[in-house]
């Protein structure tokens, strides 16, 4: 098996960092002050193990969402829940389902286990083909919503009627959720085969730290908390994590400068004549092109590396023919935006 990718993380600063969907905002200041007290003047509860069942983030997330907190199970970042449904639902004659193109992690995961993978596409209107999905075979389904590295967004209703039909556990994908206009909680809290993964690393800005959990059927969050490692979450990160989530007027606010700033992105970037895809999470995929360069593979290395050359990095995904020609940049404050834009006007105006 080969490992992850995961997107470039230069250690050396004065890069304007577009490449990982960051969030470019600290996190909220209660955050700080929960990490500060979890931590105390000494350190010294850092000698203690921390909840095994990490029941502060459980018990905040089940507030925020009015969701049971007997039906939360946390992880080590949801890339740890992503890992631990695949464990247990997943293996030799037990298909891995994915939306193609979607997280790249998902099928690393499945070859650990010797899952086979099946790919659902995409098509070219970046539509959701549900009845593809339903009749998949797959044990348990990955549905990235909104769509990375894409950024479109699928109807609630669309995966409502699909969990209907579909016989194996839907995993939806939530980790742009925050920037989006609707979500799956209300279905993960009536269906017995719908899960809901949510990362605390883009919307609340907690990249760094490592916190993630999942909206479950009681049956699902029982077999998890037996797979999972006893002390999935460190002290420091739940108690970080259960303060992000108490404050909603921050992840409002938040979210609300984050999406101000994607709407410009691709007002300027479609006057600019880039094509994008309507943005639903904090990235915008968008195809570079200029009088003298059509959108393309090669085009979009091009601008690429001319981005890089400004120490703007943003990411390529060549692999797929529905993002081959775009680059895929996050949003991020209104001066790494001008940045972007100000570089990407200087590569259009090249010859
Ligand atoms: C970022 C991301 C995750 C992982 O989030 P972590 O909590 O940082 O592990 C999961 N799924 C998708 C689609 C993501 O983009």
Redesign the pocket.
């Known amino acids: 098996m080969s490992a992850y990718v995961p997107g470039e993380q230069p250690q050396d600063g004065g890069w304007v960092k577009l490449n990982t ?1 960051e969030n470019p905002y600290p996190p909220s200041p209660a955050v700080v002050r929960a990490v500060r007290e979890a931590l105390g003047d000494d350190g010294s509860s850092l000698r203690l193990y921390p909840s095994p069942d990490s029941s502060p983030l459980r018990a905040a997330a089940a507030e925020a969402h009015a969701f049971p907190s007997s039906r939360v199970v946390a992880g080590n ?3 740890d829940l ?1 890992n631990l449904l695949i464990r247990a639902y997943a293996g030799p004659g037990r298909p891995v389902g994915m939306l193609d193109p979607s ?1 790249s992690l998902y099928p690393v995961l499945a070859a650990a286990q010797d899952a086979p993978v099946v790919r659902v596409p995409i098509g070219p209107d970046f539509r959701l083909d549900a009845a593809a999905v339903a009749a998949s075979g797959a044990a348990l389904f990955f549905l ?1 919503n909104p769509n ?1 590295p894409l950024g479109a967004g699928f109807p609630a209703a669309e995966i409502a009627s699909l969990a209907s039909r579909f016989p194996g556990l839907l995993v939806v ?1 939530e ?2 959720a925050a920037f989006a206009e609707e979500d799956c909680i209300a279905l993960a809290k009536e269906m017995p085969n719908v899960v809901v993964t949510r ?4 919307g609340h800005a907690l ?1 760094g730290l ?1 916190a ?1 959990y999942a909206l479950c059927p009681a049956e699902v969050a029982d077999v998890l908390h037996r797979v999972r490692d006893s002390y999935n979450l460190d002290r420091l990160a739940q108690a970080a994590a259960a303060a992000a989530l108490r404050d909603a007027g921050w992840l409002a606010h938040n979210v609300g400068l984050i999406k101000r700033t994607r709407t410009r992105m691709l007002h300027e970037l479609t006057a600019m004549g880039w094509r994008c895809v309507t943005p639903c999470g904090n990235f915008v995929l968008t195809e570079p092109a200029s009088a003298r360069r059509a959108a393309s593979r090669e085009t979009s290395a091009h601008a690429f590396e001319h981005l890089r050359s400004r120490r703007i990095l943003v990411r390529r995904f060549p692999g797929h023919p529905l993002t081959e020609k775009g680059l895929r940049v996050s949003v991020g404050t209104d001066a790494e935006a001008d940045a972007f834009l100000a570089a990407a006007r200087e590569w259009t105006a090249l010859d």
Not at 199 to 202: A, G, I, P, R, W
Request: aromatic share 12%.
């Open positions: 969907n970042g949801s890339d992503l997280y990235t990375a994908d980790a742009y990362t605390l690393s883009k990249a490592r993630g």
